[in-house]
């Protein structure tokens, strides 16, 4: 009881206190404070915040400082690898995109390089790249490790183009003026394999029978065969016989064991087949052969779209117009492709352009450029992974 009476007294004095001292206590409501207004400096750094902001839409992971001219790009287990035109060797963290490493390798176009692949040919090596006069093997895991070998003198520098010999293990071939030839790179031992003038006499026909006599063999035009490449473990040979003026072209697989052509298909439309394709599939336009069966399928796309390894998923790529504005990605199998299929990217500046630079096991490499305000472009790569 004393002690209440204690704090009521000493209650009553602070008040008196308060009133003495003209201190007098007003509770007012929180005025809103009022916006300010920015200034030029800070509407100039927003602005650069907003450039800064990406040009693609969807679930993507930007590959480091990657703004060079890509060559094309392969998927290991933890990491991407890309081949610049420049000649840079770039692994990036499939994870983060951030650099893991990078070297010098050779430029793209100096060296005729035509091949980049994964291979598991040697030892201590998993992917390689073919040049016109050499076939380095390199490691995903290993910047350091590098072989190379040397190609014959016959062969290196060959004027005949690009992708004008395949080697597989201790074999190698390589187009030459007379046809195909074909050396064990072990002893040495080399033999014309493919001749051209056997193209009239067992090419040919086969040719012309599939198209119901369209094409007449004696019109004195002379064929050769181009770009030999090994196939379906070096067991056959997939090889294009066009004739001189490049009207008419027809691809052939031939079973090295048995000396015999399995199938020729004819394609008189100006387009270059594609192989080899997970080793056993040939692309022409929308038919894909498969080498080790020789069953083929029609794939009735629209223009731009894109098949990922074994035909399992559909890439399918749709832009406003050809300098690759408003880019849209898909994907699908191939029932609901064709239904639509799901959407995984777009650019979303009208001030960009996009372009699928690669398409690896699981992942699309987009390319993107956007105009910047002082004039010329910017360049980033993107991976999205699509499966």
């Known amino acids: 009881m004393k002690k209440l009476i204690a704090v009521i007294i000493l209650m009553a004095v602070l008040s008196a206190a308060f009133v003495s001292c003209g201190w007098n206590i007003e509770i007012r409501e929180p005025e809103e404070t009022p916006e300010k207004e920015p200034s030029l400096s800070e509407e100039e750094e927003n602005t650069e915040e907003e450039k ?75 992917y390689r790249v073919i040049w016109d006069d050499r076939i380095i093997y390199l490691s995903s895991k290993d910047p350091g490790a590098k072989e190379e070998i040397l190609l014959p003198e016959q062969i290196a520098g060959t004027k005949m183009g690009y992708a004008s010999y395949s080697e597989r293990g201790e074999k190698i071939i390589w187009q030459c003026e007379e046809g195909v030839r074909m050396m064990d790179m072990k002893t040495g031992e080399e033999s014309l394999i493919l001749d051209n003038a056997i193209i009239d006499e067992k090419v040919r026909p086969i040719a012309e029978a599939a198209m119901e006599g369209m094409w007449v063999s004696d019109t004195g035009e002379k064929c050769a065969f181009e770009n030999p ?113 799901r959407k995984i990217a777009g650019i979303s500046r009208e001030s960009a352009k996009g372009h699928v630079d690669s398409v690896t096991e699981n992942y699309i490499v987009i390319r993107v450029f956007e105009e910047e305000s002082e004039g010329g472009f910017s360049r980033s790569h993107y991976i999205i992974k699509y499966r």
């Not at 890309?82 to 951030?98: K, S």
């Open 229 to 341: 490449r090994f196939i379906c473990g070096g067991r056959k040979i997939a090889v294009t016989a066009v004739t001189w003026d490049a009207v008419y072209w027809m691809l052939a697989l031939y079973d090295i064991e048995s000396g015999e052509f399995e199938w020729v298909y004819s394609f008189n439309e100006m387009v270059l087949a594609e192989y080899p394709i997970s080793d056993k599939y040939v692309s022409i336009g929308k038919k894909w052969i498969n080498a080790e069966t020789g069953n083929y399928k029609n794939f009735e796309m629209e223009d731009y779209s894109l098949r990922s390894f074994d035909g399992i998923e559909f890439i399918k790529i749709v832009w406003e117009d050809f300098e690759g504005t408003g880019m849209q990605v898909f994907t699908g199998d191939f029932e609901t492709i064709e239904e639509g299929g």
């Open 52 to 126: 800064t902001e990406p040009a693609l839409l969807g679930d993507y992971i930007p590959l480091g400082t990657m703004d060079e001219t890509s060559f094309d790009f392969l998927e290991f287990e933890d990491r991407i690898i890309a081949y610049t035109v420049g000649g840079d060797i770039n692994a990036f963290d499939i994870g983060t995109g951030e650099m893991i490493y990078s070297f010098y390798l050779g430029d793209v176009n100096e060296n005729k390089a035509f091949e980049f692949i994964k291979t598991d040919e040697k030892k201590g090596f998993d």
